[in-house]
Every structure is written in C-alpha cells, then in structure tokens.
C-alpha cells in the first residue's frame, strides 16, 4: 500500500494563476481532508470529503474548491492563486479516528 | 471557531532529558491526539486518548486526556536525538474532524 500520495511535491505560481494538487489513497478511507500548515499556526482544515460525491468547506476555504467523484482521489483546486496562499498542504484520510498524512505538497504563489 | 493553546512553542533538549508539553481549550473534546511531524513530511500519529482521566504510552511517550476533557500533555522520557521535530496535539470535538495545536518545536541543544 502507498497509503496517501501528494503530488507535486512542490510547486511555484504566478498570482492568479489556478493548478490543481492531486492526492490519492489507496486504503478505502471514506474521509478525506485537506490541510493548510503555516508557521506557527498549526494546521488549518480548509475542506473535507465523507464519501465519495459529498464535500463541505472546513476552517479556511475561500479560494480553494475541491471535488471528490471517486473514494481514492480528492484534488484540491486553487482557482485564482494569491501570495496569502504560500503554504504546505496535506492531504489526510482515514477510516476511523485515525488519520494518515499525505507527504504534502510545498506551494509558492509569487 | 475552537483553538488549542499548545505550550511550549519550541524547546532546547539535550539527550536524556524529559520532555513536556501540554495542550488546552476552551472547549471539551472527545478525544485528544498526538501527532509528530519530522522536516519534510506529514504528521504521524502518536497516540491518541478516547476518555477523560486516560493515561497512555507509546514506549517512551507517555499522554494523559485531562479530567476536564478540556487539556492534554505528552511527556517524553529519556529524549533521543531522533525526538527533534514539531509535535501537534489535536483535538476531535464530533465526527473526524481535527482542530490543532500550533506545535511544539523540540530541537537539540548543541
């Protein structure tokens, strides 16, 4: 098992360019959840998944928009990409209380 | 929205020592995590805590769920190099969902 896969591992963006970070599982987890990590500020949920074809937004979701049309993939798509948004994210899933951590993906939006 | 105070920010140890660290709300949770997070990868999970007055150890890590349901410390015995990295504790208030802590920062005093 790979467990959860983020790709890319890094990635630089103009201001209001769009990308999408992928992330995979490949343990069956209905719940899948995405995560923003800055200094000092612990991680922040930005949105989360249930199941595959329900989503809803976490603490911080403006400007990111996610989908989940399968239980393995849950891309998190930055529309319009703005400096405030240079930040680690991580990509989780997890069956129960328990959630695995993707490796993350380093964004710089210049 | 809910946020944890995690206390110490960052911390010098040197081999060893014994290491605390602690986390609080102002709000009750229903379980209470651990996580660890080397350089350059996602959180791993520690030990996780499901009821009020619960004291549990992972080797040499020991986590207690406070009484109050509202706190929680991790101690760490005898620290090795290996210890360096940031330590969230994160709390679970309903369903999967995760609030963190800003992290603990463990580094080695030279």
């Known amino acids: 098992n790979a467990g959860v896969t983020q790709t890319p591992k890094f990635q630089v963006l103009k201001t209001g360019q769009s990308m999408t970070l992928q992330c995979a599982q490949d343990?069956?987890?209905?719940?899948m959840s995405w995560y923003r990590q800055d200094p000092g500020m612990g991680l922040r949920l930005i949105h989360y998944?249930?199941?595959?074809?329900?989503?809803d937004q976490g603490e911080v979701p403006n400007g990111y928009n996610v989908s989940r049309s399968t239980t393995e993939d849950f891309p998190l798509r930055l529309l319009s990409a703005a400096p405030s948004q240079t930040s680690v994210y991580f990509c989780?899933?997890?069956?129960?209380?328990?959630?695995?951590f993707g490796p993350g993906t380093r964004l710089t939006v210049l | 929205g809910q946020q944890l105070n995690q206390s110490p920010q960052s911390m010098f140890i040197q081999e060893g020592e014994d290491v605390s660290m602690n986390c609080t709300s102002s709000s009750i949770f229903n379980t209470w995590l651990w996580y660890k997070q080397d350089p350059g990868e996602g959180p791993v999970l520690l030990i996780a805590?499901?009821?009020?007055?619960e004291l549990t150890s992972n080797g040499r890590l020991t986590a207690q769920f406070g009484i109050t349901r509202k706190d929680s410390f991790l101690n760490i015995s005898a620290s090795i190099p290996s210890d360096v990295g940031i330590y969230f504790c994160a709390g679970q208030p309903w369903g999967n969902k995760l609030v963190f802590g800003a992290g603990t920062i463990l580094r080695v005093k030279s």
């Open positions: 805590l499901y009821k009020a007055g």
């Open positions: 989780a899933s997890s069956a129960g209380l328990e959630q695995f």
């Open positions: 343990m069956n987890h209905e719940y």
């Open positions: 998944s249930v199941g595959a074809g329900i989503t």
